[in-house]
């Protein structure tokens, strides 16, 4: 089982992935006084992350300087894989709060076993930082076939629009 983590002072977080599109993994990497942790997550977790970051900010008085620095650190090792996230923001600190529990194993099903929870609480600026760079990261993947939107692969792709031969005659 992983281990469980409070971040509640984070001094730098970021996303960002490894990989070439279309083989990528993507990871939400936080710093705090004593230690960096790098979840897991999937492509539409990060999209999610981004959206929902960017309505709870559009709520809130305007943010300072953005922190320009948000390439992940070096070696990325994974703490976790994260199932689900939430979001809080807690007025009496003026922090967001990020709340990520574990994809654990057999989850969905009738499981004994609970998986890590890692909680981040990070200043508006980085929650604003997040979302301009999870925009980032989601549209700099493989671009959408003209006909059907799915992610066009360099060594080809075989579009169900056209059953894998020629574009329909328009």
């Given at each position: 089982?992983?281990?469980?983590?409070?971040?509640?002072?984070?001094?730098?977080?970021?996303?960002?992935?490894?990989?070439?599109?279309?083989?990528?993994?993507?990871?939400?990497?936080?710093?705090?006084?004593?230690?960096?942790?790098?979840?897991?997550?999937?492509?539409?977790?990060?999209?999610a992350l981004g959206q929902l970051?960017?309505?709870?900010?559009?709520?809130?008085?305007?943010?300072?300087?953005?922190?320009?620095?948000?390439?992940?650190?070096?070696?990325?090792?994974?703490?976790?894989?994260?199932?689900?996230?939430?979001?809080?923001?807690?007025?009496?600190?003026?922090?967001?709060?990020?709340?990520?529990?574990?994809?654990?194993?057999?989850?969905?099903?009738?499981?004994?076993?609970?998986g890590a929870i890692g909680r981040?609480?990070?200043?508006?600026?980085?929650?604003?930082?997040?979302?301009?760079?999870?925009?980032?990261?989601?549209?700099?993947?493989?671009?959408?076939?003209?006909?059907?939107?799915?992610?066009?692969?360099?060594?080809g792709h075989t579009c169900p629009?056209?059953?894998?031969?020629?574009?329909?005659?328009?």
């Amino acid at each position: 089982m992983s281990a469980s983590f409070e971040l509640s002072d984070v001094a730098r977080v970021t996303l960002g992935s490894v990989g070439e599109p279309g083989r990528r993994t993507f990871y939400l990497q936080a710093r705090g006084e004593e230690r960096t942790v790098s979840l897991k997550l999937e492509k539409q977790q990060v999209a999610a992350l981004g959206q929902l970051l960017g309505e709870l900010l559009s709520d809130l008085p305007v943010t300072g300087n953005l922190p320009v620095d948000l390439e992940l650190e070096e070696p990325v090792e994974t703490d976790w894989s994260v199932g689900t996230m939430q979001l809080a923001y807690d007025n009496d600190a003026d922090r967001v709060i990020l709340i990520a529990e574990e994809l654990a194993p057999g989850q969905g099903e009738e499981s004994e076993q609970q998986g890590a929870i890692g909680r981040l609480s990070v200043t508006r600026e980085q929650a604003a930082a997040l979302v301009g760079r999870s925009e980032l990261l989601v549209s700099a993947g493989r671009p959408p076939c003209p006909l059907c939107g799915h992610p066009l692969d360099p060594s080809g792709h075989t579009c169900p629009k056209t059953n894998g031969h020629r574009p329909p005659e328009r």
